[in-house]
């Protein structure tokens, strides 16, 4: 059964910075895309980047873009999100998320951590 | 940018059927799949490609697609199915973007 866990979330202000990891195993990590999708307090899903198996290419949703890195390590089965100059509308629960083969679809995700931006 | 359309809440009584709509653009051209999120739970894939469901989904749970609108049917409607549902697109015609609608949050009376 494929296993994503997330790390990295908590408390940071407004403008501050804080770096997302998940771990990923149970399958061959560096076959698939994968991706952060966010869901704010009492709100929807909405996805925020994904990347290419070798990290040559890079989506994010408009609101992130030249704020947020997607970025990953397949030595270490890693996937990190880099978040600088946070903003309030940035608190969410964010998960990773495996990308299908098509990159069409996140056929399995992980429980998310938390991001909370407040003075 | 695409835009998907839910409904924010359908409600249904137990052994009836549940349809969820979801509203796009010529969205009958697209693959629509869709996710069950639990309260305090990760989402959880339903039906991907437009009626296709992961192993462990059961057959009660089905999904079409047509023109400007997928549907989302659960037949027998459990008190387990209450939840809240997603829908989502891959929109490759401006710069590669997946799009989530707003979510329905079915209710089993």
């Known amino acids: 059964e494929v296993q994503l866990v997330e790390s990295g979330g908590g408390l940071v202000q407004p403008g501050g910075s804080l770096r997302l990891s998940c771990v990923a195993s149970r399958f061959t990590f560096s076959y698939y895309w994968m991706s952060w999708v966010r869901q704010a307090p009492g709100k929807g899903l909405e996805w925020v980047a994904n990347?290419?198996?070798?990290?040559?290419?890079?989506y994010y949703v408009d609101s992130v873009t030249g704020r947020f890195t997607i970025s990953r390590d397949n030595a270490k089965n890693s996937l990190y999100l880099q978040m600088n100059s946070l903003r309030a509308e940035d608190t969410a629960v964010y998960y990773c998320?495996?990308?299908?083969?098509?990159?069409?679809?996140?056929?399995?995700w992980g429980q998310g951590t938390l991001v909370t931006v407040s003075s | 940018s695409y835009v998907l359309t839910q409904p924010p809440s359908v409600s249904v009584a137990p052994g009836m059927t549940a349809r969820i709509t979801c509203g796009g653009n010529s969205i009958g051209s697209k693959g629509v799949h869709w996710y069950q999120q639990k309260p305090g739970q990760a989402p959880v894939l339903v039906i991907y490609?437009?009626?296709d469901r992961p192993s462990g989904i059961p057959e009660r749970i089905s999904g079409s697609n047509s023109g400007n609108t997928a549907t989302l049917t659960i037949s027998r409607v459990e008190a387990g199915d209450e939840a809240d549902y997603y829908c989502?697109?891959?929109?490759?015609?401006?710069?590669?973007?997946?799009?989530f609608g707003g979510g329905t949050k079915l209710t089993v009376l």
């Open positions: 989502q697109v891959w929109d490759n015609s401006r710069d590669h973007q997946w799009v």
């Open positions: 998320a495996r990308v299908d083969s098509m990159i069409s679809y996140f056929d399995n």
């Open positions: 990347i290419k198996q070798d990290g040559s290419e890079k």
């Open positions: 490609y437009n009626k």
